[in-house]
């Protein structure tokens, strides 16, 4: 907590995981829609990480929410460029997207460090390589109201 202000931070073990698009099923006449099971196991994952590092839904304030998503080397490259990757110095361009990343962990924290993910308003995200893979959220609650509280 800054001068009352509340902060967020908390480290999700493992490579990250990208939202993945919705899937659809046709049972007779009808089609469902559902979520793939790696994307709801991995926004349950980050909300359980939210509220072991003690996440409460705050409705009074706007969020600004940092995210950084590191990633293990591929096998296949050479040792000299593993070496750079291991010491988080190449950023990570293939898959994944930035913003599905983005997505699952606004997704995840609904309900959980805010009311609704529309008090996001300031979103930064880094993708690279690392000998520790993780995903790290830092979330702050800016110090002015939302809309709905002025």
């Known amino acids: 907590m800054t001068n009352g202000i509340p902060k967020l931070n908390f480290i ?3 490579d990250p995981v990208g939202k993945g698009r919705p899937r659809f099923a046709r049972g007779g006449k009808f089609v469902t829609t559902y ?7 991995y926004e349950h994952k980050v909300a359980l990480y939210a509220k072991e590092a003690g996440a409460e839904p705050i409705a009074e304030h706007s969020v600004y929410l940092e995210i950084e998503a590191s990633f293990l080397p591929p096998k296949s490259k050479p040792k000299w460029w593993k070496e750079l990757a291991n010491k988080e110095q190449i950023s990570k361009t293939t898959k994944p997207d930035i913003d599905n990343i983005v997505k699952i ?3 995840a924290l609904n309900g959980i460090a805010y009311v609704d993910d529309c ?3 300031e979103v930064g995200c880094i993708k690279k390589f690392s000998a520790n893979p993780r995903l790290e959220v830092h979330m702050e609650y800016t110090p002015y109201p939302t809309r709905d509280m002025v």
């Not at 979520?35 to 196991?41: G, L, Q, R, S, V």
């Open 12 to 14: 999700v073990p493992g």
């Open 35 to 41: 979520t793939p099971d790696a994307t709801t196991a």
């Open 105 to 107: 962990v606004l997704d």
């Open 119 to 121: 008090q996001v308003v």
